[in-house]
């Protein structure tokens, strides 16, 4: 069951964009934590940018997206359960950033450097216990030589065991996991959260997301009934007609029998 607006926590995905989205500086703090360095200025991250590329096609919904001034694109995603996919996730989510970049017959050198990163609750490389895994394109035969193709992927996961993060970045998730906001950063997006549930605009955004989100099931369920109700009059037509046969067949071997006699 879907929770109430005012039961939304940061890792909600409303939430998340919501309170990133409309506080930059913020996002800002958050993305130089994540990645131990600063970044260039920004404007306000677009909300949930959309790129779908040709009409059939599998589009893509960013979380959190915005390009600094520093021909940079960072793109951050809150990932509350299922991490199964996450690596296939980021490679298609790179594809479609690249290609939403490049105009016909523009060189590859436009190409802006990238940031994916995934903020989630589980591990998707449980066994090896970190909190963080940062990727990068480099030779099989030579790890230390990199392709510098600019396209970075990072995971940041609550559930490491390793000591392998600053105090403050582990803070941030021992928050996102349930904990009480401990620092500066986690105390300012509670505290954002906080204003977020009493934002009348927003709550009704959410609800309206709500019922649709609930129109949409409940057309997949109708579609599904009438699925199911048409395989099972195709399924009561093939029995009616193979029993029509077995009569008829029935029918004919008392004829050949009687004609015998």
Not at 56 to 85: C, L, N, P, S, W
Not at 110 to 125: G, M, Q
Not at 222 to 230: D, G, H, V
Request: aromatic letters at 10%.
């Amino acid at each position: 069951m879907a929770k109430r607006y005012e039961e939304l926590t940061f890792t909600d995905d409303f939430m998340f964009c919501k309170v990133l989205q409309n506080n930059p500086q913020v996002c800002r703090e958050l993305t130089e934590l994540i990645l131990g360095r600063r970044v260039g200025r920004f404007a306000a991250p677009e909300p949930q940018k959309t790129i779908r590329l040709t009409a059939d096609g599998h589009g893509v919904r960013f979380d959190v997206y915005f390009e600094d001034d520093e021909d940079t694109i960072f793109d951050i995603e809150m990932q509350q359960a299922g991490v199964k996919y996450l690596a296939k996730r980021t490679r298609y989510y790179q594809g479609m950033i690249d290609l939403n970049q490049l105009e016909r017959g523009q060189a590859y050198d436009r190409l802006k450097n990238s940031y994916i990163v995934f903020i989630s609750l589980d591990n998707p490389y449980e066994e090896a216990g970190r909190h963080i895994y940062s990727f990068q394109n480099v030779c099989t035969e030579d790890p230390h030589l990199k392709m510098g193709d600019g396209s970075y992927k990072i995971f940041l996961c609550a559930n490491g065991t390793h000591d392998d993060v600053s105090d403050e970045l582990k803070a941030f998730l021992q928050y996102i996991a349930g904990g009480t906001p401990s620092t500066e950063m986690t105390k300012k997006l509670e505290n954002l959260v906080h204003k977020a549930r009493e934002h009348k605009e927003w709550r009704l955004e959410y609800m309206t997301l709500l019922e649709r989100d609930e129109m949409m099931r409940e057309e997949g369920r109708k579609e599904e009934r009438e699925n199911m109700l048409r395989e099972k009059q195709r399924a009561d037509s093939a029995e009616q007609r193979v029993k029509d046969l077995e009569r008829q067949i029935a029918e004919l071997k008392k004829q050949l029998t009687g004609e015998s006699a």
